[in-house]
């Protein structure tokens, strides 16, 4: 299995905007009509790599213990689908269904989302404050396929609260690990 880390976009980075269309809604949307009024998170997962496999449970509990008017969250697909097809938007609204995914699962065919936010890894965690300001980049949490640690999504609630808080979030943030993204030749 691959390892590839995140590329730790510079802190402060503004969100860039896209549209893309949903494979659970059927609608196209953008990063503000996501958004959160305290914080927006952006994750990048696809459907077939073992690391997302290992968090995903995790990640709809992040969807539903979070009050979605104030924590927008969305999932993107930015993989090849020629050269991976279970990442195919079908199979992503197949998986979005059965684990119940509470925010919309996009898919990025142009890969552009993914070029504008230098995702590198499935998954990778993007979390931006109420002005649009990437804040925190990184791990879900320290768990790794096959680690035996917990996941627990730790350090992606540590930011989150911080920001519902009104605190600071902690610059001293780990990259994420995963699968690279499948980018098309």
């Given amino acids: 299995m691959a390892r590839t880390e995140s590329s730790m976009l510079p802190l402060g980075t503004p969100a860039p905007d896209f549209k893309l269309p949903d494979t659970i809604s059927g609608e196209t949307l953008s990063f503000e009509e996501i958004a959160g009024s305290h914080a927006t998170l952006v994750m990048f997962i696809c459907n077939h790599c073992p690391f997302v496999k290992h968090v995903l449970d995790e ?7 979070y009050d979605r008017d104030r924590v927008g969250m969305v999932a993107i697909s930015s993989n090849d689908v020629t050269g991976y097809p279970q990442d195919r938007p079908e199979r992503m609204t197949e998986l979005a269904r059965s684990k ?31 002005d649009r300001r990437l804040v925190y980049r990184g791990q879900l949490d320290d768990s790794r396929p096959g680690n035996d640690k917990p996941v627990t999504g730790k350090d992606v609630r540590t930011a989150l609260d911080a920001l519902l808080a009104g605190q600071p979030v902690a610059e001293e943030q780990k990259p994420s690990i995963g699968c690279n993204i499948k980018w098309r030749e």
């Fill in 100 to 130: 119940h995914f509470p925010f919309p699962y996009l898919f990025d065919q142009s890969q552009n989302v993914a070029r504008a936010f230098n995702a590198a890894c499935t998954p990778d965690f993007y979390i931006f404050d109420a």
């Fill in 59 to 65: 990640l709809v509990r992040l969807g539903n213990d």
